[in-house]
């Protein structure tokens, strides 16, 4: 497996671009996430703070994951 210096730029773009999507999706995410009922109690709110905690690792993960292997594979195919 051949790694090429213009397939890393493009992950390190697109890593960059992961991250902006995680920030402007992380509020659409955690208004829809809160919306169902407003827990009551502290044991619900910190059940739910525990649940969106879970929510959110994942989308910066598939985001920034997802965005690096695209820009690695354009920079691999744009760069030669």
Partial sequence: MELSLTGWLGALAGTVVGVAVYAV???????R????????SLEDRD????????VRRTAL????????????????????
């Fill in 33 to 40: 996430f809160g919306r169902p009922g407003k827990p009551q």
């Fill in 47 to 54: 059940a739910l703070e525990r649940q969106f905690s879970v």
């Fill in 61 to 80: 993960a598939a985001a920034i994951l997802g965005c690096a292997a695209i820009g690695y594979w354009l920079g691999k195919a744009l760069g030669g």
């Fill in 25 to 31: 999706m992380l509020p659409w995410v955690r208004s």
